[in-house]
């Protein structure tokens, strides 16, 4: 399974950018994805995840700012994210795993595939 973050970039605060994450290897259909980020000198930390039957979980310093959705069809993964704030600066990455429960999607470790990361910044 490979997974191909994008939609990164420059953005003033208030503003708006979506990120993509395609993956390939497997059907998404089957799988729950989720986005992490990371600053640097922090941990990365759970920020959203989208599971195959559509539900989804937000950490809350994202709720109602962000939003995850998927295109199955498109085995893509989307996350909207508006209101962004210097302190979402971070570099941003999707992930899944075969074998993840729902009660584990906050944990980083329980991922076993990771995209590349795509770099967020928010400039004030």
């Known amino acids: 399974v490979q997974l191909q973050a994008s939609g990164g970039g420059l953005v003033q605060v208030g503003g708006s950018l979506r990120l993509s994450c395609t993956v390939s290897?497997?059907?998404?259909?089957?799988?729950?994805v989720g986005w992490f980020r990371q600053a640097p000198g922090k941990e990365r930390e759970f920020v959203t995840a989208?599971?195959?039957?559509?539900?989804?979980y937000y950490a809350d310093f994202v709720k109602g700012r962000f939003t995850i959705s998927r295109d199955n069809a498109k085995n893509t993964v989307y996350l909207q994210m508006n209101s962004l704030k210097p302190e979402d600066t971070a570099v941003y990455y999707c992930?899944?795993?075969?074998?993840?429960?729902?009660?584990?999607?906050?944990?980083?470790?329980?991922?076993?595939?990771w995209g590349q990361g795509t770099q967020v910044t928010v400039s004030s």
């Open positions: 992930a899944t795993s075969a074998q993840l429960i729902t009660s584990s999607l906050g944990n980083k470790d329980m991922y076993h595939y």
């Open positions: 290897g497997r059907t998404i259909s089957m799988l729950h």
């Open positions: 989208i599971t195959r039957s559509y539900h989804t």
